[in-house]
């Protein structure tokens, strides 16, 4: 009996340890850089495409990548938005189609591991997917995740649908295509209404951040260890009850 309580005590112990020891998410962007945020334009009479180039506080660099396809030339305030400041955004007109890229680099050892995730996760203030090319309003909007490692390329894609709300699209590495090792990761793109494009697509993005694996709650690894410590107090109370 006694071996058998320090073994199970030594199981809860374990737990709460492992709890106490979850990693963190890793946070990719909270697009807190530039600050004060940008504003950017794509028109008939500004470049298209619209590129720049920022070091986060993370340390990684981010690219981003806002294009006009069509039409081609761009149309008077075609697509716009900001850059910065807590949030990514960006509103085509009625008769444009465009497309971004995040694309994040400089990964070190340490935030190039990825082997305590399970997933990536892009949060959005808001979503409206626009139309379907010559064609009724579109239920959703294409999104691409491509995570590169030095052992080959892992790519998520999804039609994400519009909300009015914040929601999240969580991409677990389990819906990802490809071969790659997650303990060296390079490279991290998100793409934004490409391929499939949507006409007159707005969005708001907030945070593209890594998850994991939630440990056990704090209350039930708590009740896990209560039956053996009660088992513990009444040997003890045998052990000293005085003999018959």
């Known amino acids: 009996m006694t071996r058998w309580l320090s073994r199970s005590l030594a199981v809860v112990a374990a737990a709460f340890a492992a709890a106490g020891s979850a990693s963190a998410d890793f946070v990719i962007d909270n697009f807190s850089a530039p600050t004060p945020g940008v504003n950017y334009q794509i028109t008939a009479f500004n470049a298209n495409p619209w590129d720049?180039?920022?070091v986060l506080g993370n340390g990684l660099n981010r690219a981003t990548h806002v294009e006009v396809v069509s039409p081609i030339p761009p149309q008077f305030n075609a697509v716009g938005g900001t850059l910065g400041g807590g949030a990514f955004s960006a509103d085509s007109?009625?008769?444009?189609?465009?497309?971004?890229?995040?694309?994040y680099s400089g990964f070190t050892s340490a935030t190039g591991d990825f082997t305590g995730t399970n997933g990536i996760e892009i949060?959005?203030?808001n979503l409206n997917p626009g139309n379907i090319p010559s064609g009724p309003v579109a239920p959703d909007m294409p999104?691409?995740?491509d995570v590169t490692t030095t052992g080959g390329t892992l790519s998520y894609t999804a039609n994400v649908p519009g909300f009015g709300l914040p929601f999240t699209v969580d991409a677990p590495y389990s819906s990802f295509t490809g071969t790659g090792n997650l303990s060296q990761v390079t490279g991290v793109k998100v793409s934004l209404n490409a391929g499939d494009s949507r006409v007159a697509s707005d969005y708001i993005l907030n945070e593209i951040t890594t998850t994991t694996v939630p440990a056990p709650p704090a209350v039930f690894l708590l009740a896990?260890?209560?039956?053996v410590m009660a088992l513990r107090r009444r040997i003890a109370k045998r052990n000293a009850?005085?003999?018959?």
């Open 52 to 54: 720049r180039t920022d």
């Open 93 to 103: 007109n009625n008769a444009t189609t465009a497309f971004a890229t995040l694309s």
């Open 123 to 125: 949060r959005f203030i």
């Open 143 to 145: 999104v691409r995740i």
């Open 224 to 227: 896990a260890a209560v039956p």
């Open 241 to 244: 009850a005085p003999a018959a």
